[in-house]
């Protein structure tokens, strides 16, 4: 059909399908979904069983998870949001009944129990009818009868811990009602005042001031009960009770009324917005609606948020807070670092694999193939008509107008990074902690907050954005907001202090993620020992950082070439005109030379990189770096990858996954680079337990070597690329990157055109071709992150050579 992100996923009151189709296939999809929930045939249990054993051991290994399972259990001893988790138990999981699955199934999959939820482009009344007529086979029946664990006040504090490998911090819990009352939605608000990424009180007094690593509030809103969530973490020789203290007293100058009397009105003007920008995607409004039916909020109440907020009183927000936020009510989880002795692995079955059949077509596919579906015409992006060009001074400027909405984003893009200067994503985040001469850093963040406006500096290798973005009504204000503080910043020798004693936290808790470790092999696989990842200012470098040297950095920063990117309401004449008195630039901006460049390594040879990393689970990464870019082999690639290794109904997904139950989550791809200098990249991957390690490598290898053969799998990723293509839409914003990605590439059109009409030319043969010279019997350096008490060594080197790195060897400090 053309469909993208299928997938499922259950919650505590919710279990969701989802699927992103073309609007032309409306009637296969629900076709299909009226028989999905008929009378289901469980040919995948086995396999499907082991699947979940290997996602509950991620949970073992997860210790965020971790953290909120222990806090739903005491926050909520009666209620079902704390007496099970989702997942279940390991003894859950070790006794499955088949029998048990249908009578759920019969008594919840009933039509007074469900809701379809679709956006998009169709007519409502249309689409209401087609939904009846695919569904109308469904009885309605009542539901058993679901009973509220009431749970009592809590009068004293209660206090868990969670050990495990990753760095400590802190949740509080606060209990509150569900999701239909006022008191939820005023939650909503008051986190907002608490955390609101700008201008809450724990970002000014926490964020801003650098007193923790990282602070925030989240409000979690549930149909029976919600919970407000405070978060914080440690900076070097603070204590979690430290932490803890931090947190409460921005709670208790909620309930004095000790925050800034417009806040309340800022966030009004900020929620106006978020609305929005919440409603500019289909799946946003999906989302939205799918939330209320499963929580039973009526939507009018949603519609009436803006007006309901709007009356609200500091009076109001201190009773509020009184009344729910005391001193004694609340939970408290330490997340300690160190061994979790409760842990209790899901032991590995035996299992026999399943035929998926990929060639095994039913009368009711047959049925639905034949179903009829209007063409949909591809849209084809054209860079001189899409695109106004105009000049700010020596600067180009690229917009594009935006017809729907009164929001707008602004880009300063600058083709250098931390290759150029390794200083500069480090100026970059020093920034939100400094002021100028007559504002102060929290000034400026509740300026920006008013206007309803933000701004973020990001650096990374070899590009570097500034952006803007608001309403714009409020556009040169916020411009030239963000112009005085880049220009006019001022050394800061106390906020550096700070800055560099929470970047060394920071630094210290990097080695104890495993992602991060993960990405520090994968970059040691592609590049060598010096590479991007661990190109970075060592211990010594970074002490000897002076606050004016960053500042310098800042303000030199316009002085260098860049271009002006925009979306917004403004024509591109509109936009210069409105930047040429804020954003005054020289005729003769600098090239930022690069103090370093980076090359890609050729993989000569099979090789093991590993990382020991304490947990369940085994990563493993497969990597190897190809030949140079080269644009005629687009549509192959594209091809291949939806045929390989690219989803749900890969080759790599259904024979790893669902035939052989060998991981939770595994894929793999053909990698074009993002710019014409680099070389292409294959990656594979597997997320196992380690005791299956040596039977996932075995399993991803043969695929690597043998590409299994399925016409009617290959027709399906050749229908699929081209429908998917044909509804995709590139707008907004994305008009400009797609065009700078194709400068990058040395390509002048939109590459899906070549794609779209040379893909349903290409046979099988033509990617077991691709398979054969790019994957077959090449060399591979393999990134594993595991305990050296699980995987054997032995084992690793029947792979290649083992490599073992240390955390400095992988960071660079």
Known sequence: MGADGTNAFT?????????????????????????????????????????????????LDNDPRKVYETMFAAIFPNNNYGKQTTIGTVEHLKNPSLKAIREYFNNYYVPNNMGVIMSGDFNPDEMIVKIDKAFSYMKSKPVPEYKVGTESPITSPIVKEVYGPTPENITIGFRFPGATTKDARMLNFVGSMLTNGQAGLIDLDLVKKQK????????YVLKDYSVLLLQGNPTEGQSLDDVKALLLQ????????????DLIQSIVNNEKKNVIQKYEKYTSRAESLMDEFTSEVDHKAQLEYIEEISKLTKKDIMDFAARY?????????????????????????????????????????????????????????????????????????????????????????FDSGKWNNKVLPLAAEYLQYLGTKNKSSEDISKEFYKLASSFNVSAGNEETYVTLEGLNENFDKTA???????????????????????????????????????????????????????????????????????????????????????????????????????????????????????????????????????????????????????????????????????????????????????AYSTYSYFSLPNKKEDKDIVTAYVGTQADKFNESTI???????????????????????????????????????????????????????????????????????????????????????????????????????????????????
């Open 250 to 261: 921005e709670i208790d100058k909620l309930k004095k009324g000790e925050f800034s009397d």
């Open 480 to 662: 030239a907001l963000f112009e005085d503080l880049i220009k006019n910043c001022q050394p800061d020798q106390k906020a550096l202090d700070a800055y560099k004693a929470r970047l060394k936290k920071s630094r210290a808790n990097a080695k104890q993620n495993k992602s991060t470790i993960m990405a520090g092999l994968r970059s040691y696989a592609q590049y060598g020992a010096q590479n991007p990842f661990n190109n970075t200012l060592s211990d010594a470098e970074l002490d000897a950082l002076k606050a004016e040297d960053l500042v310098n950095a800042l303000h030199d920063l316009f002085n260098f070439k860049h271009k002006v990117l925009y979306y917004g309401p403004k024509s591109g004449n509109e936009t210069v005109t409105a930047l040429t008195p804020i954003h005054k630039v020289s005729n003769s901006l600098k090239d930022m030379p690069k103090s370093k460049t980076f090359a890609q390594i050729p993989t000569d040879k099979n090789k093991v990189l590993f990382a020991h990393y304490d947990m369940v689970q085994a990563e493993i990464f497969w990597v190897r770096n190809g030949d140079a870019y080269n644009s005629g082999i687009t549509p192959t690639v594209s091809l291949f990858n939806n045929y390989f290794g690219g989803g749900m109904g890969s080759v790599v997904f259904q024979t790893i996954r669902e035939s052989k139950a060998l």
């Open 325 to 413: 936020l005391q001193d004694n009510n609340y939970v408290a989880v330490y997340k300690r670092k160190g061994e979790d002795k409760n842990i209790v692995k899901v032991d590995k079955p035996a299992i026999t694999p399943v035929s998926v059949n990929r060639d095994d077509q039913s009368p009711f596919l047959k049925k639905v193939n034949e179903m009829p579906e209007a063409p949909i015409s591809p849209v084809w992006l054209n860079f001189d008509k899409d695109i106004a060009k105009n000049k700010l001074g020596s600067v180009d400027v690229l917009s594009v107008k935006n017809t729907d909405n009164d929001l707008f984003r602004l880009y300063y893009h």
């Open 699 to 813: 399993a991803m290898n043969e695929l690597l070597n043998t590409l299994p053969k399925s016409d009617q799998l290959f027709e399906t990723a050749k229908s699929g690329l081209k429908k998917s293509i044909a509804a995709e839409r590139i707008t907004q914003d994305g008009i400009i990157f797609t065009y700078l990605r194709v400068q990058k590439l040395g390509n002048t059109s939109d590459i899906r055109k070549n794609i779209y009409e040379q893909s349903p030319k290409l046979s099988f043969a033509d990617i077991n071709s691709f398979h054969d010279k790019e994957m077959k019997g090449k060399n591979y350096t393999y990134c594993l992150v595991a305990s050296q008490d699980k995987v054997n060594e032995a084992d690793m080197q029947k792979l290649g050579e083992v490599k073992k790195l240390n955390l400095t060897e992988i960071f660079g400090y």
């Open 212 to 219: 923790l690593l990282a602070a925030y509030a989240f409000p």
């Open 11 to 59: 919650s505590f009151e919710q279990t969701v399908y989802t699927e992103d189709i073309p609007a032309n296939v409306t009637d296969k999809f629900l076709a299909v979904q009226g028989e999905r929930f008929r009378q289901p045939v469980l040919r995948l249990f086995h396999t499907e069983l082991e699947a979940v054993y290997e996602e509950k051991n991620r949970g």
